[in-house]
């Protein structure tokens, strides 16, 4: 059974930083490009980062590029976003997604608010 697990979120204040995490179980974790995506009330989900399966190639969102770091360890079969200097317009639930062709998993989510 394939299980991601989210973690990391919080409150913040704006120009605060978050490190998500995102452990994957039951699957062959460095097979999958992983992606962070995040979703804030009323509006759709939005792709932030993505990640190849090797870690060599990594794409953002523009609203998040130069802020936000997307890395993963795959000996732990785990994702991470690196999320500095972070803006009110970053609230939202976030949540990592595993692909490999057909196949797709998503988490449960984290929330993260961006307040002071």
């Known amino acids: 059974q394939v299980q991601l697990v989210e973690s990391g979120g919080g409150l913040v204040q704006p120009g605060g930083s978050l490190r998500l995490s995102c452990a994957a179980s039951?699957?062959?974790?460095?097979?999958?490009?992983m992606k962070w995506y995040r979703q804030a009330p009323g509006k759709e989900r939005e792709l932030v980062a993505t990640?190849?399966?090797?870690?060599?190639?990594?794409k953002y969102v523009d609203s998040v590029q130069g802020r936000f770091t997307i890395s993963r360890d795959n000996a732990k079969k785990t994702v991470y976003l690196q999320m500095n200097s972070l803006k009110p317009e970053d609230t939202a639930l976030y949540f990592c997604?595993?692909?490999?062709?057909?196949?797709?998993?998503w988490g449960q989510g984290t929330q993260v608010t961006v307040s002071s």
């Open positions: 997604k595993a692909e490999l062709y057909q196949l797709a998993y």
């Open positions: 039951g699957l062959t974790f460095s097979g999958y490009v």
């Open positions: 990640i190849s399966n090797t870690g060599g190639s990594t």
